[in-house]
């Protein structure tokens, strides 16, 4: 039996690493994408707060009204204003582009005060346990038939 060269053994793992970080980009905006359509909305305000980050949770979304102050998410949602080019989302996006395995893992999370009350079921628009089933139809959809282990908001399994 011949032996592979220690190049073509590397050129496998490469591109093994690069299909399992295509695949994990994948299944994080799957589950992202499932999240903020499956999010109760009555503001809005915790549905367009489902953040991707790499390596370490992301921050809380911080909010600047026109005179470029901070304010605070209820104020924010008084007076329509959202997150701009410089928002969490927005680098997600480029930091998912080019996502190798190096980076760490890749979290979907929320940092909305209520949404363990959400999760819980305190909206008419959503049942308790609504979380746990966007990321199972976003599994199941990505073909890993719901096996992945994943974390949700709150500890939940």
Not at 63 to 83: E, N, P
Not at 93 to 102: H, I, P, T, V
Not at 131 to 136: C, F, M, R, S, T
């Amino acid at each position: 039996m011949a032996k592979a060269s220690p190049q073509a053994v590397a050129n496998v793992v490469a591109e093994l690493r690069a299909y399992a970080a295509q695949q994990c980009v994948e299944l994080a905006l799957a589950i992202h994408h499932e999240l903020v359509v499956a999010t109760p909305v009555d503001t809005g305000w915790a549905r367009d707060n489902w953040i991707i980050s790499v390596g370490t949770r992301a921050p809380a979304i911080r909010v600047r009204d026109k005179g470029g102050r901070f304010i605070s998410h209820r104020q924010a949602r008084a007076t329509g204003a959202r997150a701009g080019r410089g928002s969490p989302q927005v680098q997600a996006m480029g930091l998912l582009a080019s996502y190798r395995l190096e980076h760490g893992p890749i979290m979907v999370d929320n940092r909305v005060d209520y949404l363990v009350y959400l999760a819980e079921g305190s909206s008419p628009q959503a049942d308790h346990g609504w979380i746990e089933e966007a990321i199972g139809r976003a599994l199941a959809h990505h073909g890993s038939g719901g096996k992945g282990h994943v974390r949700v908001p709150g500890g939940l399994r």
